[in-house]
Structure formats: structure tokens, C-alpha cells
């Protein structure tokens, strides 16, 4: 590739933030909260509030569970950050991590139709958070935890699901470990080989990629095949500096002890020796892997370089290099590993059966479901897993989940396969039809590109 050529993918980068505080000054955020029920006088509003309303609330007091017919909790989750890791940008602090979180409510009603409130907390202490969220939980039938430091964020997250009566979910974590085990499904059946026999190398031992592990482990890739390597080197058991730390960050000496067989130590170049998968979520590159590093790895590698803005490899390099399918976070290359394939559509599923707990059986679903949608497709080493403007697969994933949720007995509300389908379908379109009128009415106005 030409280096005119990689210049305008950097500039074609950068364009969404260079307007992207116009934009939001002019619309004064990006959300709203608009009634749902109609309202043809003001008598009605003695219906919809006092006195009429304390009908409903008297209901719910006999039966909690009538707060999910009679309210529109079963609709509606938090988006929570206490701001202490905002995408790349780190520690900002709660106020500033709001734009953040409004975007993700804004991708939950338009890709999901759910109703997402964000909540940014004063805190950045582990145990506050956990109490905070608990106090929430009246409110919502979901908490989807967003841009947490690690390691807290692994203590925060086990900690909730094993303590609420909701589901609770890490994006950073879930998320993209649920699009990755998609991707990477597909990208073996193209390369033509097995979870159980592929070494995989994971580069960056943050969120995510501890996330990544832990999913591909359950769905029954081998541990021992797994080697790690954060900024100082690969994981092994004598990483003493890890030993010692462990009760702080008990999830890093946990794959010490478990992975790398082989007992590799060194950095990445040493790690890739040899390996049929890297999955990289490290920092911004190019070069944080390197060509020469490539060739090293077995034949038909698989690489996702997922760091944004920009990958840690080159995606043209690392295929010239001998790599068969590289995927990335970007949209203006083959394969994006995006968040926004799985977590609009899973909150759609464990809603729509008003599911208990989110299970990590209920997020292979999902994965599953997402590489599906690609293979009937038709796989390539450039097409692995669907886009984002595929809207069907949307529907397809949430009704998975919710299919899930009821197998294992955690869903509240029991809905067959077409009844699933079709109120899925309904309210995704019903958002984005409504979004629609309102910008042809010019109640949202258009913004001047």
C-alpha cells in the first residue's frame, strides 16, 4: 500500500473527531427522554400520575415482579463508568466519560431498542461501585458496566453477577470477547484447523483480553495452548513480579499457572513463534508487531490486531508477511471486531425473556449465532463476521440468547423461537422508525457535516 494511500486512511480516522464537538454542542448531547404513552388532555395526566397511578404501584407492591408489566423497567438498563478507563483515553474522570456513555445509550436504542440511562458514579472504588450498582437495581432489568480500570473491573463484574437478581455485563470485557470468539470460529473454518489444537498468542493483558481467554477457554480451546504477554514479557510461573502481586490482581497469575505449557518466556517475537492465532488488544500501533515476527508463525495464521485508532500491525503488512486472516477494529478494513455487533442485540435477548443473570452459556449463543450469520453468507479470509449495517443479525442474536436464557431456566418470561423473533424485530424497527419521524419533522435537527 502506498503511503498516499495511508495517509488518507489516517485522515479518514481522524475526520470523526475533528467535528465530532461541533456536533455535540449543537445538539447538546445525544439523547433524550420523550413519553411513550399517549397524552390527548391534561386529564390524562391524572391517569398516567396521581391519582391514577397509585392503581399500578399498589399492584407491585403485592407482586414485585409486576414492576416489569407495569413500568418500563423491563426496557431499561444503566450504562455505568466511574471514568477511570475511557476507551483510549484513560482516566478522565466520570464528567468526562458522559459523552461516552451517552453514545452507548444512543447505540443501544438504535441497534437494540433498549432504553439505556447512563449513570456516571463519583467513586473509583471498587466496593462503592458494587454497592452503588446494587442500590440501582429497582430500577433496571440490566447494568451494562462500561470503562473500568483493571484490575477492578474483574473484581466489580464477578462480584454483581453473582450478587444481583439482573443481568450484568462488561462490554470491555464481554463484549468483545463475545465478537472475537465470532470471528475467530469463522477464521479457523476458512484456515482449516481446530479450537483444540491451536496455539494461540494474546498480546495485552487488560480487560478485554483477559475477557477473550477466560470465553475461549469455557467454549473448549485448551488452555495450556494459550501464551500471554503484557508489557513486561510473557506470562509464566516464574513471573515472580506477578506472584507477588496476586491478591491485588489474582487474573494474571491465574493464566501464569494455567497457560503456556511450553514455559516460553521473552516478549512478543517470542511468543509468535510458532502460533496459529494472535489476538492483539495492546497499544495503538503500527509496530507493535512487527513483519519479520509475522513470518515466524505457523503456516495460515490468524491475527486480530484490534488496538484503535490504529492496529498493532498493518493489516497489508501482516498478509504480506504470511498472515491468511487478519481482522481489526476498524471499519475501513475487512473484519471489524466491533462491541456494537453483540452488546445491543444480548441486552435484547435477556430483556425480551426478562432474564435473571446474563451466563456465559448465553453469551456463546450469541457468538455462535454472530458467526453463523456470517458463514451463511459465505466465508472468506475477508469476510469472517458480519457488519454492523447487516441489521438481521441483530434479531438473530437476541433471539439466541433469549432462547438460552429460557433452557437454562433464568428467564422470567417463557416466548417461543417466532414469538421471540417477532417482538425483537418489532422493537428494534419501532427505534429506529421513530428516530425517522422525528428527523423528518425537524423535532431532531440535522447538523451541518
Request: proline fraction near 5%.
Amino acid at each position: 500500500m502506498t503511503e498516499e494511500k495511508i495517509r488518507d486512511l489516517i485522515t479518514k480516522a481522524q475526520r470523526p473527531g475533528e467535528i465530532a464537538t461541533k456536533w455535540h454542542r449543537l445538539c447538546r448531547g445525544k439523547i433524550q427522554i420523550t413519553a411513550k404513552c399517549p397524552i390527548n388532555s391534561l386529564e390524562d395526566l391524572s391517569v398516567w400520575y396521581t391519582p391514577g397511578v397509585a392503581a399500578p404501584c399498589r399492584e407491585i407492591e403485592k407482586n414485585k415482579e409486576r414492576v416489569y408489566e407495569l413500568t418500563n423497567k423491563w426496557n431499561t438498563i444503566a450504562v455505568i463508568t466511574d471514568g477511570s478507563r475511557v476507551l483510549g483515553l484513560g482516566n478522565i474522570g466520570p464528567e468526562a466519560g458522559l459523552p461516552v456513555m451517552e453514545g452507548k445509550a444512543l447505540l443501544f436504542k438504535y441497534l437494540g431498542g433498549v432504553d439505556a440511562v447512563p449513570i456516571c458514579l463519583d467513586t473509583d472504588e471498587a466496593d462503592d461501585i458494587i454497592r452503588a450498582v446494587k442500590w440501582l437495581q429497582p430500577s433496571f432489568a440490566g447494568i451494562n458496566l462500561e470503562d473500568l480500570a483493571n484490575p477492578k473491573c474483574f473484581y466489580i463484574l464477578d462480584t454483581l453477577r453473582n450478587e444481583m437478581s439482573i443481568p450484568v455485563w462488561h462490554d470491555d470485557q464481554q463484549g468483545t470477547a463475545v465478537v472475537t470468539l465470532a470471528g475467530l470460529i469463522n477464521a479457523l473454518k476458512v484456515v482449516g484447523k481446530s479450537k483444540k489444537e491451536v496455539g494461540i498468542t494474546v498480546i495485552g493483558v487488560g480487560a478485554a483480553n483477559v475477557a477473550i481467554a477466560r470465553m475461549l477457554i469455557v467454549d473448549g480451546f485448551k488452555p495450556e495452548r494459550f501464551i500471554l504477554v503484557d508489557s513486561k514479557g510473557i506470562l509464566h510461573r516464574n513471573r515472580k513480579d506477578l506472584e507477588i502481586s496476586k491478591i491485588k490482581n489474582p487474573y494474571k497469575w491465574e493464566f501464569c499457572e494455567i497457560t503456556n505449557q511450553q514455559g516460553k518466556t521473552g516478549g512478543i517475537a517470542e511468543a509468535l513463534v510458532g502460533t496459529d492465532v494472535c489476538i492483539a488488544l495492546s497499544g495503538s500501533g503500527p509496530g507493535i508487531i512487527r513483519p519479520e515476527w509475522v513470518k515466524t508463525m505457523a503456516d495460515n495464521a490468524i491475527i486480530f490486531a484490534c488496538a484503535n485508532p490504529v492496529p498493532e500491525i498493518w493489516p497489508w503488512e501482516a498478509k504480506e508477511a504470511g498472515a491468511k486472516v487478519v481482522a481489526t477494529g476498524r471499519s475501513d478494513f475487512p473484519n471489524q471486531v466491533n462491541n456494537s455487533l453483540a452488546f445491543p442485540a444480548i441486552f435484547r435477548g435477556t430483556l425480551d425473556v426478562q432474564a435473571s443473570s446474563l451466563t456465559n452459556e448465553m453469551l456463546l449463543a450469541a457468538a455462535y449465532e454472530l458467526a453463523r450469520c456470517a458463514e451463511e453468507k459465505g466465508l472468506s479470509e475477508d469476510y469472517i463476521i458480519p457488519s454492523m449495517e447487516e441489521g438481521d443479525v441483530f434479531i438473530r442474536e437476541a433471539v439466541a440468547v433469549g432462547l438460552k436464557a429460557i433452557e437454562q431456566g433464568v428467564a422470567r418470561n417463557v416466548m417461543s423461537q417466532n414469538q421471540l423473533f417477532r417482538q425483537a424485530k418489532q422493537i428494534i424497527e419501532n427505534s429506529r422508525d421513530s428516530i425517522e419521524v422525528l428527523m423528518r419533522s425537524d423535532l431532531i435537527q440535522p447538523v451541518v457535516k
